[in-house]
């Protein structure tokens, strides 16, 4: 076999595979030898079909798909010894490729068309400025998080009026129209019933200022508007809420008002652990705080891999082989049209460019994604999970336990190294370029991801 290498241009080349003879010609008998020991038709033994026969049958087959593998093979050989940097995959030559005759030829020739990426200088350094955005917790959004620490561990307590805020817990009795107890009705003990949730106005006026041992009588379909809703308070199946109708007796056992969690000791630790270090509100206030703003970085670290993204593909001017990519395109996603291939071919290219970029400034400064990086992030996301749900003392073992789940999904681990390699790229962007920083609000920077 031999490959040579025509350059059109710097990005374009073809590329001529020619193939002989005594390439092929042993592997193709030992395939068609292998056929014939496995052969089985009728009026032979196993194994006893004459070998004219078998290279009829199977011969050309055998004969194209041996070629193939070895065309194949030395297509990827050529490409890594000769260092090409190429985009998609080689083409066939439309114009120059000959007819292939299965049947007399022995010798074969393959013409392809590569397109090569070509070589580009990424300059990091301090001439290079780009914004950096730092956001900034302010009082509202301490004060809406130490609320909801507060609310999450609250708890209801006993009073003795009712207000419009409260729940009610009593007993339901059916009535007949009379105000007399339905014989055989419905009845239901211990309900808990939440007075603000009420739509009628009239039903939700009669609770208020009631005590324990008091008795409303209302119509609960009236009182919510929500035969499904009713149904589950009554403890009843749909069948028989889509039939209820008429007054129920309810009976107040207690009136139940929730009231969150004091700012103290016991709130402390219970958010931040034992160990925390924490004793009163201003420490609470300020670890709030920081960790709202750390929780921002991630979201400064994006906006900045944004406008790096948009710097350096504006910034970093080269040529790529345009009408190469296109039919390269069009080949591998056959159910594209030429009109989607168009439309979408600009956003194409800049996805290319920046991942062309990207794999420059990984070679330049040798960057890796090891197995220990790619399991720190799984274990930050699964942390970042927890806080969501206001846990933020998660043991390590338990975070240890949560990545190792994540990455035994396969898809999972691939998003991981992918996400790693990209903050290792923008990390580095940043540490190398002058940042121009800018203290803005939560509200500002989501005004600014909107553009």
Do not use: C
């Amino acid at each position: 076999m031999n490959i040579t290498r025509e350059n059109i241009d710097h990005l374009n080349a073809i590329l001529t595979v020619s193939i002989e003879k005594n390439d092929y010609e042993t592997t193709v008998a030992d395939v068609l030898k292998n056929y014939r020991k496995k052969a089985n038709m009728p009026g032979f033994r196993p194994g006893m079909v004459p070998a004219g026969l078998i290279k009829k049958m199977y011969g050309k087959a055998a004969l194209a798909e041996e070629v193939n593998k070895i065309l194949t093979k030395g297509l990827n050989e050529y490409i890594q010894s000769e260092n090409l940097n190429i985009l998609g995959e080689p083409l066939p030559n439309e114009e120059k490729q000959p007819l292939i005759d299965w049947d007399t030829q022995t010798d074969y020739t393959f013409v392809y068309d590569i397109g090569m990426a070509p070589e580009i200088q990424v300059t990091l350094d301090e001439q290079t400025t780009l914004p950096y955005y730092n956001i900034v917790a302010n009082d509202n959004m301490v004060n809406k998080q130490l609320d909801a620490y507060a609310g999450r561990l609250g708890e209801n307590k006993v009073v003795e009026f009712v207000e419009d805020k409260d729940t009610v817990r009593g007993d339901f009795v059916q009535l007949n129209e009379d105000g007399t107890e339905l014989e055989g009705g419905i009845s239901a003990e211990k309900v808990i019933i939440a007075v603000d949730l009420m739509k009628d106005e009239e039903v939700k006026a009669s609770f208020q200022s009631k005590k324990a041992g008091d008795v409303i009588v209302f119509d609960p379909l009236k009182a919510y508007d929500n035969k499904h809703e009713v149904g589950h308070m009554l403890n009843i199946s749909h069948e028989e809420a889509e039939n209820i109708s008429g007054d129920f007796r309810f009976t107040i056992i207690e009136v139940l008002r929730f009231e969150k969690a004091e700012l103290n000791q016991e709130l402390f630790s219970k958010i931040y652990g034992e160990d925390s270090g924490i004793t009163n509100e201003e420490e609470f206030r300020a670890r709030i705080k920081s960790e709202l703003e750390e929780n921002f970085v991630y979201s400064s670290d994006y906006k900045f891999a944004i406008d790096s993204h948009a710097a350096l593909v504006k910034d970093i001017q080269f040529d790529l082989p345009e009408a190469f990519l296109k039919r390269w395109i069009k080949v591998t996603n056959d159910k594209m049209t030429e009109e989607q291939i168009d439309a979408d071919f600009d956003s194409f290219m800049l996805d290319l460019k920046w991942q062309l970029i990207k794999d420059r400034i990984i070679r330049d400064n040798e960057l890796k994604v090891t197995e220990e990086d790619v399991r720190s992030l799984a274990k930050v996301m699964a942390l970042n999970q927890f806080r969501q749900y206001g846990l933020n003392n998660v043991s390590d073992d338990h975070l240890e336990n949560y990545a190792n789940h994540m990455l035994k999904n396969e898809e999972e681990r691939r998003k991981l190294v992918s996400k790693r390699q990209e903050d290792v790229i923008i990390a580095t962007i940043k540490d190398k370029v002058t940042l121009d920083l800018k203290e803005t609000t939560f509200e500002e920077f989501n005004k600014m991801l909107e553009k």
